[in-house]
């Protein structure tokens, strides 16, 4: 093995590149000098170069594993500074609303106006009072000559406290067709981006949901709950199956049977069809046979007539 490595070693020492790397390696430098000089036998050089090489492969290693550990760690960093700056994004909003379906107008074109309208319209105070519950309001996007609805509106508050109480015109605001949102970051945008397929579920069978904030929310009765995401099917089948268990079973239908008439049969009847009463006959013996021949003849004629049924 160290003879292969050798003849190798001096093999590629004809190689320019091979020379111009070894002239410009300070590492390797020595080993060559060594051997030009005569000092060691190609194999000592060899082994040490094997010796060498395998040091530099623990070094490289080394290296690889405390960059791994540096790339995890600034992965780990990167992480925790996105959530930081996502919670500075969100308390910097915290006091803000988005209102939808204001409309436009040459009297609400300056901030200061839209802003005292805003606040007359959320907490129904006269629109030339001072601003004691808005900050400040402006349209968002560009206005559009083509545009088919009015743009929002962001109004900051000046509290938490005024913005819930801003919600609860919601029902008042929603016969104006105006509904209020809150300003969420681009982070919630996309977590609620991800229920829309539930909020369609629910809106669907008629339950009314609705967000606040990143949750979805909707109406169960008198109760409000929570879905999360992918529960909006789970949902709907359960009420379907309480449904089911709560409507008591529809009574079968019975068929109506045929009414089987009933005959009452009369042993006189086959002697008066053939003229013969027992009181004109003196005889029981000849009456008794006259009738037992009645009996018979009526008995074929009826199964000469079922007979001719089946037949036809």
Excluded at 129 to 139: I, P
Excluded at 144 to 159: F, M, N, T, Y
Excluded at 188 to 209: A, I, V
């Amino acid at each position: 093995m160290v003879m292969v490595l050798a003849q190798n070693f001096w093999g590629y020492q004809s190689c320019s590149a091979f020379r111009f790397g070894l002239r410009q390696s300070v590492r390797f430098g020595p080993y060559r000098a060594d051997v030009v000089a005569g000092r060691n036998t190609p194999e000592q050089t060899v082994s040490a170069l094997v010796g060498e090489i395998q040091r530099l492969t623990v070094e490289v290693g080394q290296a690889r594993a405390f960059g791994n550990r540096t790339y995890d760690q600034l992965q780990q960093e990167k992480q925790s500074y996105a959530e930081q700056v996502e919670r500075l994004h969100r308390h910097s909003k915290r006091n803000n609303l988005v209102v939808f379906g204001v409309p436009e107008s040459v009297a609400l074109n300056t901030p200061a106006a839209l802003a005292r309208h805003m606040q007359g319209l959320l907490f129904q105070t006269a629109t030339s009072s001072e601003l004691t519950m808005v900050r400040s309001a402006f349209r968002l996007d560009k206005w559009r000559q083509d545009q088919g609805k009015p743009r929002a509106v962001l109004v900051a508050l000046l509290s938490v406290a005024a913005k819930h109480t801003a919600f609860q015109a919601s029902k008042r605001l929603r016969d104006l067709k105006i509904r209020l949102d809150e300003d969420l970051t681009p982070q919630q945008m996309k977590t609620r981006r991800g229920l829309s397929t539930d909020f369609q579920c629910l809106k669907s069978r008629d339950y009314k949901p609705f967000f606040r904030g990143v949750t979805l929310r909707y109406r169960d009765g008198a109760l409000i709950r929570k879905c999360a995401r992918g529960e909006a099917n789970k949902v709907v089948a359960a009420a379907a199956q309480a449904a089911r268990a709560t409507t008591p079973p529809l009574p079968r239908q019975q068929q109506a049977q045929e009414p089987h008439a009933t005959v009452a049969m009369d042993p006189s009847a086959p002697l008066h069809q053939h003229g013969i009463s027992l009181d004109q006959l003196s005889d029981p013996s000849s009456v008794v046979a006259q009738a037992a021949q009645a009996i018979i003849a009526d008995f074929d004629n009826m199964m000469c007539a079922s007979d001719d049924d089946v037949a036809s």
